[in-house]
């Protein structure tokens, strides 16, 4: 099976600005987390999203988004960047909760 | 609410040498626990999981980690160390919501691990 895909695996934008990310599942897989990973914070928990419907959520502004589609493929959105915003951002897949499968992550620069 | 402790940041060993990570949690019931791998600009492994049953459980490239919940401790051993070892490791619990499992992990800081030739 393949794995947790994501693109674009680099980005840089402009504070302001707002960016889309994208996951592809692991087939089968149902659930879909997204993290955050910066150097100061760690890993940290934005949400998930379990047939559609976003099931948790972390501790983030509003300005961080996201949505799942019916083929289980999930975007996150991040509006208004700001220069905090910088990280890495994983997609991570299982199909119902439990395991967490990791793609290669989405290095987003803001300046 | 969760929490994860890894109380070692940073851990050297020889090649050959045996390894224990250190890994605490808070939980209000019996968690889910896992222990990822991260190699430099790379995603998260999984390297293994504990639900239930038996306490020692075996993972992928030869790791192995201990729940014992007097100790609110999952710590994860490896008896001989190799040098494509160096990485940097994450313990993570995950909600036990009545046996089902969501997908929200908390991670611990994560312990970076060297490995000497």
Redesign the interface.
């Known amino acids: 099976k393949a794995g ?1 895909t994501q693109t674009p695996r680099y980005l840089i934008k402009t504070r302001g600005q707002q960016v889309t990310l994208s996951c592809s599942p692991i087939s089968g897989h149902r ?3 997204w ?1 955050q990973q910066t150097p100061g914070q ?4 934005l949400f ?1 999203y ?1 047939s559609e419907t976003q ?2 959520k ?1 501790n983030f502004p509003g300005r961080f988004s996201g949505r799942q589609f019916s083929n289980s493929r999930s975007e996150m959105n991040v509006s208004t960047l700001e220069l905090g915003d910088s990280a890495l951002y ?1 997609c ?1 897949s ?1 199909l ?10 989405t ?1 987003l620069t803001v300046t | 609410a969760q929490s994860v402790t890894q109380p070692d940041i940073h851990i050297t060993v020889s090649e050959g040498a045996s390894l224990e990570l250190r890994c605490n949690y808070s939980y209000g019931a019996t968690p889910y626990l896992f222990w990822y791998v991260q190699s430099p600009g790379q995603g998260l492994q999984l390297l293994l999981k504990y639900f239930s049953g038996d306490t020692l459980v075996q993972g992928i490239k030869g790791f192995e980690a201990e729940f014992k919940r007097s100790q609110s401790s999952f710590n994860l051993r490896k008896p001989s160390v190799h040098w494509s070892d160096a990485a940097e490791y994450f313990c993570a619990v995950g909600e036990n919501a009545g046996g089902t499992s969501y997908g929200k992990l908390t991670f611990g800081q994560g312990t970076i691990l060297t490995v000497h030739p």
Do not use: I, K, M, W
């Not at chain 1, 760690?42 to 928990?45: A, I, S």
């Not at chain 1, 119902?96 to 793609?103: D, H, I, L, R």
């Open positions: 947790v659930s879909v987390s993290y760690g890993l940290q928990f998930e379990f099931r948790n972390g994983l991570a299982s119902s909760g439990g395991a967490q499968y990791f793609g290669p992550g290095r």
